[in-house]
């Protein structure tokens, strides 16, 4: 089995983000991150991304020395010219991206996305004329290099028992730490 690299590339993960969507929704017009909060000049519908808040999460540290945090984004589905069309299209287009994100469950090397939240946003006051919802999602990621790349290798199957019963002659009493205690 190769290498696991569990380190977050921020900029990677903008763009695999940026990237799946573009590809599940073709029919957005624009899906960029971090666009201007005054700029209402951009073709729609669109998808405008941001990640709001990375919460620490030491208790998910799990031995590889790694910062953890729970990585929070919106997606803001916006629809031009509010109509009874564009009041049901929104509205699709929010549950489509949310069913999508549940779905797909994972951007690696993050843990697997959880929408947490789909619901109208009032986006902007400049940007009244749009109908706009936003797509809360978050995941869990880890930042900086593992301990484990000093000697190159990355443990897959790691192992444990209790004393006295470890070592030669007790491989039978070690359980895989990936497995749930009895």
Not at 31 to 48: H, W
Not at 80 to 89: A, F
Not at 140 to 148: D, I, M, S, V
Request: charged share 25%; proline share 9%; net charge negative.
């Amino acid at each position: 089995m190769a290498d696991i690299d569990p380190e977050v590339n921020f900029d990677a993960l903008h763009d695999a983000i940026i990237d799946g969507i573009k590809e599940a929704f073709p029919d957005f017009q624009t899906v960029e991150f971090y666009r201007d909060d005054e700029d209402t000049k951009f073709p729609v519908p669109a998808c405008l991304l941001a990640m709001t808040e990375a919460e620490p999460q030491p208790e998910e540290e799990g031995g590889t020395g790694q910062f953890p945090a729970l990585l929070r984004f919106e997606a803001h589905i916006v629809m031009g010219h509010r109509s009874p069309v564009t009041y049901k299209e929104v509205r699709k287009a929010a549950l489509a991206l949310a069913t999508w994100l549940y779905q797909k469950k994972r951007f690696p090397p993050c843990d697997p996305v959880q929408v947490i939240a789909v619901e109208p946003d009032e986006f902007v006051p400049q940007a009244a004329k749009f109908m706009v919802w936003r797509v809360e999602f978050v995941m869990l990621g880890f930042f900086g290099e593992t301990a484990w790349k000093n000697d190159g290798t990355i443990p897959t199957d790691v192992m444990f028992s209790w004393s006295p019963e470890i070592g030669t002659g007790n491989e039978d009493k070690y359980t895989n730490a990936a497995e749930p205690l009895p």
